[in-house]
């Protein structure tokens, strides 16, 4: 991948922070969720504010694939429509 690749770039990252959240609520007890900003940190290091869309959004592919959901205040929420901070956990059967 070429730095003339920008599109294929994007995909890296959306791979990686997807990968970074995945990882991030395994090491985590069952019952303890992530804040996006814990996903761009990993990926971004210093540069990880420019990661926070992305980081929103890698969570809000995961949680449509039922994967992660995405809460505020301890309810599910839509990621896209959501504003303020948020939080990603494993889903339950609440």
């Known amino acids: ?10 995909q890296d ?8 959240i995945g990882e991030l609520l395994d090491a985590r007890a069952a019952t303890s969720s992530i804040c996006p900003s814990d996903a761009a940190r990993a990926v971004g290091d210093d ?9 929103r959004a890698a969570a809000g592919r995961l949680a ?8 505020q ?12 901070p948020v939080r990603v956990r494993r889903p339950r059967a609440d």
């Open 64 to 71: 449509a694939a039922g994967e992660v959901q995405v809460t």
């Open 13 to 20: 990252v959306d791979r990686r922070l997807e990968q970074a």
């Open 1 to 10: 991948m070429s730095e003339a690749d920008p599109e294929g770039m994007a």
């Open 47 to 55: 540069d990880w504010r420019d990661l926070m869309p992305a980081a």
């Open 73 to 84: 205040k301890g309810v599910v929420v839509d990621v896209t429509t959501a504003r303020g």
